[in-house]
């Protein structure tokens, strides 16, 4: 009895040694680390605020700046997104964490997703360029990277166009934002050109006389700006003429097709041939 009595107050010593050991850590642990958490907890509600606020002002500079609705999405989720990693950054430097070494792996991290998405990467900087500069918008009439049609929509890595013949074609956005960019619906109505040719002993004034005619019968065609009718060049068996009508964008190829439909038939109707190829053969005898 007297030996268990011996054993309670040695168990009872070091339960005490091991609890003042505990209490000396965690007295330590907060005197270290308190003011540090207490800081970072700081710094992440006043930062928070801090993003929020200036994520609001760049909505609204966005939206004075009328930039395309997929353009805004993504400049404010990028930055939104860079002002919480420089926060998270600030809290973890606050916090005592190897900045220089988590900075490292991000920009190690960076260049390898760079490199493997090289041409994605060229794509979305071209997409961003034509949303900010608007060389065109959706529904314009364009001609570029070989391929010309209505534009369906312009998005963050590709630009989708439809032709005449009602094919989609999707356009890369880095190629498309560094090519030539042919727009025909800057200035609000568009020129249709038509190239016709008539015979060499035709008469020019009256075709011209015969083409303004039926020009001015189609419905679509424009009265300001006036349709043209020029002698674009003469060869040896034919007189090229250009026939120029204006007209808006969703009448172009009905004009196009209608003008080129109604000129024919007034040429036809009047006399006014088309040229004829000649060959002229010599025979040699020997």
Known sequence: MSIFLQVIPAQADEALK??????????DFLFDYGPKVVGAILVYIIGQWIINRLISLFRRAIAHRKFDASLSTFLLSLAKVSLLLVLFLSIAGILGVNIMGFSAILAGAAVGIGAALNGSLGNLAGG???MIFRPFKVGDIIEAQGSAGVVQELGIFSTIILTPENKTVILPNGPLSTGVITNFNTHGNLRVDINMAIAND???????????????SHPKVLSTPAPEFVVSSVSDFMTKIAIRPYTTQGDYWDVYFGVTELVKKAFEANGIVGPTPTHVIINKQV
């Open 18 to 27: 091991i609890g003042e050991t505990w209490a000396s850590k965690a007295k």
């Open 128 to 130: 961003v360029m034509l």
């Open 202 to 216: 035709q008469d020019v004034d009256k075709a011209r006389d015969i083409a303004m005619k039926a020009i001015a």
